[in-house]
Each structure stands twice: as C-alpha cells, then as structure tokens.
Antibody, heavy 117, light 107 residues
Framework: QVQLQESGPGLVKPSETLSLTCTVSGGSVSGYYWSWIRQPPGKGLEWIGYVYYIDTTNYNPSLKSRVSISIDTSKNQVSLELTSVTAADTAVYYC????????????WGQGILVTVS | DIQMTQSPSSLSASVGDRVTITCRASQAIRNNLAWFQQKPGKAPKSLIYAASSLQPGVPSRFSGSGSGAEFTLTISSLQPEDFATYYCQQYNGYPLTFGGGTKVEIK
C-alpha cells in the first residue's frame, strides 16, 4: 500500500525557510492531490495546502503569502517550503494524500517535528 | 472559513461503554465530513468519510451519522485500543478545516 515519509531539518532559525520533503512509496504521486497539514505541540490540526499534478496548488489563506508546495514526479516526492518562519510555526508537519479537491486525507505520513528556535 | 466545533473536548469512559462525539459546522456542509483517530505520537488515521462510510479495516463498532451541519461519531462498545483523540474534518469548502479534537480517556 501507499506509504509516505517526511524528511528535513528538525530545527530552523527564525526568519529562515522551512523545507520538507515527503517521499511516496508503493504508488505514484501522479494523478493525486498531496496535502501538507501541521499540528503545533498539544494543539489541533491545520491544513496548509495541496499540490495536484505539476502546477495546480491551493493554499490556506492564512499561510498563502509564505508557502509553496511542489511535486517531483521523477523522484516521487512532494515538497513544502515555508518562508520567514517564527516560533508559531513550530509543529509536527504531516504529508497526506487527499482523495480529491473536495476530499479527506488518507493515508498520512508519520510526521516530522520542526522547531523554530 | 467553515468552523468545526467538537463536543465534548474530552471525556472519560470505561471499556464497554457507548461513546458519542458531536461535530458541528458553522454552515451546512452536506455530508462532506471525515473522522480521524490520533494516538499519542502518531499520525491521524482515517476512520470515516462521507459522514458515515467506514474506511476498510476499521472495526464496525465505529459509526458516523449526520448531514448538513451536525454530525456524530459513535463507538458502540469502547475497547482499550480506542483511547485516543478524535478529530472531524470538513471538505465542503476551502480552506479545509478540522474540529478541535475530543480526547477519550480511561475512567
């Protein structure tokens, strides 16, 4: 079955750019929506945005000015960049497959904790 | 944004109890609602989509109901492995949003 694995730095300095990669195994990234979702420690879930195919993206307006999500079909990976980070961006970041534009998330990666400090 | 409000935020229950969690949307979302289970240190796991459709492999003691703006997740007989936090998520409008979670603890 499809498995997702997030990777990237666990510590980012304030004002710098957070960059994460989600590697998909057991299936192709092509033809699906891929979302990033985050969860601050002890708090709830926030949808960040999705990428579909190469050039279709949709971002949460609360983060739109700072976020970029892209897809690399040759590596079967989805990437997240979040610029100008602050302590408020400290969270566990998850990638997940989204079934459709109006869809839910399944499966999810295990998540990666990113601390801004 | 569509606000999702879950109640209660936490509950204590015993093994074998029937548990019901409510999720209310700030506007009608048809049946475009999913439920997730999250255990400490783990990613959320999809339980239910389209308000009442069980994901393959999810035990039948879990059920979902509702349409419009009010939804419920019911666990008919709570098992030890069900102690977790449960989240609802709407996918009727953007941005996609989640409820604040309901933590189910052991009494």
């Amino acid at each position: 079955q499809v498995q997702l694995q997030e990777s990237g730095p666990g510590l980012v300095k304030p004002s710098e750019t957070l960059s994460l990669t989600c590697t998909v195994s057991g299936g192709s990234v092509s033809g699906y929506y891929w979302s990033w979702i985050r969860q601050p420690p002890g708090k709830g879930l926030e949808w960040i945005g999705y990428v579909y195919y190469i050039d279709t993206t949709n971002y949460n307006p609360s983060l739109k000015s700072r976020v970029s999500i892209s897809i690399d079909t040759s590596k079967n990976q989805v990437s997240l960049e979040l610029t100008s980070v602050t302590a408020a961006d400290t969270a566990v970041y998850y990638c997940a497959r989204q079934g459709a534009h109006y869809g839910w998330f399944d499966p999810w990666g295990q998540g990666i904790l990113v601390t801004v400090s | 944004d569509i606000q999702m409000t879950q109640s209660p935020s936490s509950l204590s229950a015993s093994v074998g109890d029937r548990v019901t969690i409510t999720c209310r949307a700030s506007q009608a979302i048809r049946n475009n609602l999913a439920w997730f289970q999250q255990k400490p240190g783990k990613a959320p796991k999809s339980l239910i989509y389209a308000a009442s459709s069980l994901q393959p492999g999810v035990p039948s003691r879990f059920s979902g109901s509702g349409s419009g703006a009010e939804f419920t997740l019911t666990i008919s007989s709570l098992q030890p492995e069900d102690f977790a936090t449960y989240y609802c998520q709407q996918y009727n409008g953007y941005p996609l949003t989640f409820g604040g979670g309901t933590k189910v603890e052991i009494k």
